[in-house]
């Protein structure tokens, strides 16, 4: 088994579909946490030599990685998990860049707007979540995954915004069946179900803002 190292801060934030992936994937990895105080008061080294200044970090022998969806890509890739023509890799990339705009507009609520903004955030979902619904229904009417009949890295990145969408909101699926049950049917698979009831997944809180 490869060694792969995850470089981040002691949340899910961007890392959680990562670890969705590993977990599901039956790969170990190694966790390197970095305190976020320490990451902005400079006494971390690795702040100046990330490509982009910024975490996640994905580290496999000498080979690092910056940017979570390049890694989750790569990971895709590795995993073979990422699509089986280009058809349908490009297919699954076009999922997955709707859901990096997702966890945008998500991290600026979170980050800007969490103590001000909840209601008109809230109010909106739906019409975020609405496409999703809708790629689900168009493909096998939504008993799969986003793109074809294998699980790709786009369905952790969406499983992972999923969950912090629930936690915003229990009830914010009510109105769309096939995301509500393909949630339920992915976290119920045995390596996932298994790392999101565990301890080192329980004990981060989704971002510094969430406790
Ligand atoms: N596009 C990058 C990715 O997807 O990896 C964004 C990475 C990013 O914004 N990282 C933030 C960071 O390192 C943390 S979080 O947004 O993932 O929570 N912030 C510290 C800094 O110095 O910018």
Known sequence: MPGFTLTYFPVRGRAEPIRLLLADQGAIWTEKEVQIDDWFSGKCELKKTAAFGQLPR?????FVLYQSNSILRYLGHEFGIAGSNKEESARIDMVNDGV?????????????????GKEKYLQDLPNQLSPFEKI????????KFVVGDKISFADYNLLDMIHCHLDLDPKCLASFPLLSAYSQRLD??????DYLKS?????????PKHK
């Open 58 to 62: 994905f580290q496999r022998d000498d």
């Open 100 to 116: 990096e705009d997702l966890r945008q507009k998500f991290s600026r609520f979170v980050f800007i707007e969490f103590e001000t």
């Open 136 to 143: 689900l229904s168009n493909n096998a009417n939504g008993t």
């Open 188 to 193: 119920k698979r045995p390596k996932l179900s």
């Open 199 to 207: 301890e080192k997944r329980n004990k981060r809180p989704i971002t």
